[in-house]
């Protein structure tokens, strides 16, 4: 089975300041690997997803994330952060083959500041 | 825009009375699935469809059922609400299961559940 961990409840940054939101994952073999936004009373939307095709995915608003085998990790990364970006961030997983449903991480609640 | 709608946004009930929940989708996928998310906690996956096929999670209690009538739509009924069964339901759908390489889900803006 696999799972996700997501590494700080909370992350601070100021407004222009570099984002990294951390996220491990845990499976046999490389899963995909997906980031999704949630604001507040909001559904979740999709940030980027990870299937094999490039280690670095880029997604929407900016933000990238970099699949590293060796390091099980597929930590989500901003240049530059906006007010706007402030909301729980979700790391998620799924198997590559067969069927599996798809195993969120705890969350990560991003805060920024002017 | 294609998308995933849920009605109410906000639904109030009251201790044990039976409350429906309501998800439709214009993208035509295959699969929907109704997830619980509790206050500063990750989405909790309750049940899904796959077409007609209907896959319930271990864990989920009897208390909650869920419907499909056609591809357009999936409710979420549950028979005798408690108060820790208040929360944030979000409804999502996939083209095909995860594992398939299309299996990005999208999900709803969610209906959030008060239980007096």
């Known amino acids: 089975a696999q799972s996700v961990t997501q590494l700080g409840s909370h992350v601070s940054v100021s407004e222009g300041a570099l984002v990294l939101l951390r996220c491990n994952y845990s499976?046999?073999?490389?899963?995909?690997l997906f980031w999704y936004v949630q604001y507040p009373n909001q559904g979740l939307q999709l940030l980027l997803k990870?299937?094999?095709?490039?280690?670095l995915v880029k997604g929407i608003n900016g933000f990238e994330a970099e699949f590293k085998k060796s390091e099980t990790s597929f930590h989500l990364t901003k240049p530059s952060a906006h007010m706007s970006d402030a909301a729980e961030y979700f790391c998620?997983?799924?198997?590559?083959?067969?069927?599996?449903?798809?195993?969120f991480g705890k969350g990560t609640m991003l805060l920024v500041s002017p | 825009d294609a998308m995933v709608i849920q009605n109410p946004r906000y639904q109030v009930t009251q201790f044990g009375k039976p409350v429906t929940l309501s998800c439709s989708q214009t993208?035509?996928?295959?699969?929907m699935y109704w997830y619980q998310q509790k206050s500063s906690q990750a989405p909790k996956l309750l049940f899904h469809y796959y077409d007609k096929d209907f896959n319930n999670e271990a864990d989920t209690p009897d208390n909650f059922q869920s419907r499909r009538p056609n591809t357009s739509f999936c409710f979420l009924d549950i028979r005798s609400p408690g108060l820790g069964d208040a929360a944030m339901y979000l409804c999502a759908t996939s083209r095909d299961r995860s594992g398939s390489g299309l299996d990005t889900q999208y999900f709803g803006p969610g209906t959030r559940l008060t239980v007096l």
């Open positions: 990870y299937t094999s095709a490039a280690t």
């Open positions: 998620a997983v799924s198997a590559r083959s067969g069927y599996s449903t798809l195993t």
């Open positions: 499976s046999s073999v490389p899963p995909y």
């Open positions: 993208l035509n996928h295959n699969v």
